[in-house]
């Protein structure tokens, strides 16, 4: 099943009602020594009034790193959870709306395709970027390792926090604030990885600002 317009979901899990998008604006300031204040993006949306199934509405993920390790540092692991971002992609079972990597941590905006299940999806894609992480680790003697040994009865290793978050976004306005937030994450106190959201590599903003996907899995939210 094709990705659906965003927010756009029947009970019956199909198309109904396409959602009218207009007014779409993305204006990147100069560098002048005077700050000039971005442009959000902004989205007009009309929504009908209806019951939404929430197994396949948008959803913001947030991932955490055990103890908040700076483990994504290195772009090696974060290339782990582009390679899997990009398998689900291909597989047909998520559509990526936004997303960004962050030393400790990672936010993303996707929804589930009709035939999947959500806590199954996430629960694959947590797991697989773990092992990759641990067998990546082993392989480079990497003492890091070491910082994720717990003592648990189903695992020797632990990568990510237990209990990631998942909020269903229902809203327009819900949606493009979890949106932004996400781009700027980044550019914010205490990273200070950019000084524009769309300079910074592992992030959807290039791909909202160019409209260059250099990753291959993005969707823009507009269908």
């Given amino acids: 099943m ?7 979901l029947s009970p019956t899990r199909d198309l109904i009602n396409e959602a009218i998008i207009s007014n779409l604006l993305v204006r990147r300031p100069t560098k002048a020594s005077v700050p000039v204040k971005r442009q959000k993006l902004r989205l007009d949306l009309y929504l009908p009034q209806m019951k939404y199934n929430s197994a396949y509405h ?21 290339n782990i959870i582009i390679s899997s971002l990009q398998f689900l992609h291909k597989e047909g079972s998520i559509v990526i709306y936004a997303f960004v990597i962050m030393p400790n941590h990672i936010h993303m905006i996707w929804q589930i395709q009709d035939g999947y299940v959500q806590d199954k999806i996430q629960q694959r894609f947590l797991k697989f970027t773990a092992q990759q992480m641990k067998f990546r680790m082993m392989d480079e003697r990497n003492k890091m390792l070491n910082d994720f040994l717990v003592k648990a009865k189903d695992r020797t ?16 306005k819900v949606f493009l604030q979890k949106l932004n937030y996400i781009h700027d994450n980044p550019c914010k106190h205490p990273w200070y990885l950019a000084q524009y959201p769309e300079e910074y590599k592992y992030s959807s903003a290039k791909f909202y600002y160019s409209g260059i996907d250099d990753f291959g899995f993005l969707s823009h939210y507009r269908g």
């Fill in 2 to 8: 094709k990705a659906s317009p965003l927010l756009v």
């Fill in 58 to 78: 948008p959803q913001f993920i947030t991932a955490t790193i055990l103890e908040w390790k700076h483990l994504l540092q290195d772009d090696a692991f974060k």
């Fill in 157 to 172: 290793y632990q990568i990510w926090e237990r209990n990631s978050l998942s909020i269903d976004l229902w809203t327009e």
